[in-house]
């Protein structure tokens, strides 16, 4: 397989068009259509759909999008690593991140990565905690930050960051906001540490019994607040139930139910009034923790070493500056099985 050959293939998938790529590859259309073809029978299976409209990649093609990218930059950063003095870390790093947690820290760790180390890029997958793990089990990431998961097979494991879970959805007539308990004040509790929240709290219990709108049993929140409820002997009242985060998120938003939110979400909620709630879970604690993971098989690169260090300081900073409700955790190492 050549270097070429998959350069081809991105700018085949970003056209949507092999007539396109081809005009701006500055390359013959057969010429570009045999390659691509060549591609497909090295690999052993097919990459792209094609119709009178074009090409549209399938999820072969799609996985091997990712992970060209990621090759052709690695192949860029070693020629100029060859060509001029090292000055600082340099290199590829793949950080898988849950998406809900993605849009508040992502945005401060890549902006000073920019500034500070603008040898490396970085390259993110955000999506559900699940394919997180499983970007991480099939080393299509270097760090990945896992939820409640604290040990994982070939993996390098560290606790990293604890955050409460909120009950939240629209609540006009104030029914719901009558139920809640007073907040414990706001006190700063020290560097790490979020402020004692000032947003209502309310038992699981009475959590447990409003209309909710919920993802299937395999999505970690659902689980977590399953295990609550299997363990008070409650029944959840599901009103809705879909996989989908962006139609959980319609539904609520809509009014049609409340759902269980980490911390991390609540930057992205709606704005306090107008009927909105968003109140602490307790009695238990409802919570979740991150923890910070490497491959056991190998020793993290300087490169993958600067983003860890980068995003352990953006994380204690939001939590310093109360953007995050959450607490860091001390960095002792989980336990790992071997690869």
Not at 61 to 79: F, I
Not at 88 to 103: C, I, K, Q, R, Y
Not at 179 to 185: D, R, Y
Not at 219 to 235: K, M, P, Q, T, Y
């Amino acid at each position: 397989m050549e270097l070429r050959s998959l350069r081809y293939f991105i700018a085949v998938l970003e056209a949507g068009s092999l007539s396109r790529a081809a005009v701006a590859l500055y390359v013959a259309q057969p010429a570009l259509t045999a390659q691509i073809k060549k591609l497909e029978l090295e690999l052993g299976t097919q990459l792209f759909e094609r119709s009178h409209a074009g090409v549209t990649p399938t999820a072969a093609g799609l996985q091997l999008y990712q992970d060209a990218r990621k090759l052709l930059s690695d192949a860029s950063a070693m020629r100029d690593r060859l060509q001029r003095p090292p000055e600082g870390p340099e290199g590829s790093v793949t950080v898988a991140v849950p998406f809900l947690l993605s849009s508040l820290l992502l945005g401060p760790v890549l902006a000073r990565l920019k500034r500070t180390h603008p040898r490396i890029r970085v390259f993110v997958i955000d999506d559900l905690s699940l394919m997180v793990r499983k970007a991480m089990v099939d080393r299509r990431a270097d760090i990945g930050l896992l939820v409640d998961t604290e040990y994982l097979n070939g993996l390098d494991v560290t606790p990293f960051v604890r955050e409460p879970m909120f009950i939240c959805g629209y609540d006009p007539g104030g029914d719901v906001a009558a139920m809640t308990l007073p907040s414990p004040g706001g006190k700063k509790q020290g560097r790490g540490k979020a402020a004692t929240s000032r947003r209502p709290m309310l038992p699981f219990a009475r959590a447990a019994g409003l209309p909710l709108v919920l993802q299937s049993r395999r999505f970690s929140i659902r689980a977590s607040v399953e295990a609550a409820a299997n363990d008070l002997g409650l029944e959840l009242n599901i009103a809705h139930e879909h996989d989908s985060a962006r139609v959980i998120r319609s539904l609520y938003l809509a009014g049609a139910g409340f759902t269980f939110s980490p911390a991390c979400a609540m930057a992205d909620a709606p704005p306090a009034g107008g009927g909105w709630l968003a109140a602490r879970v307790v009695q238990p604690d409802l919570a979740r923790t991150y923890y910070l993971a490497t491959s056991s098989a190998r020793e993290p690169d300087p490169a993958t070493r600067a983003v860890m260090q980068v995003l352990v300081d953006e994380t204690r900073a939001l939590i310093d500056a109360g953007r995050w409700e959450a607490e860091f955790l001390p960095g002792r190492r989980g336990k790992t099985a071997g690869p």
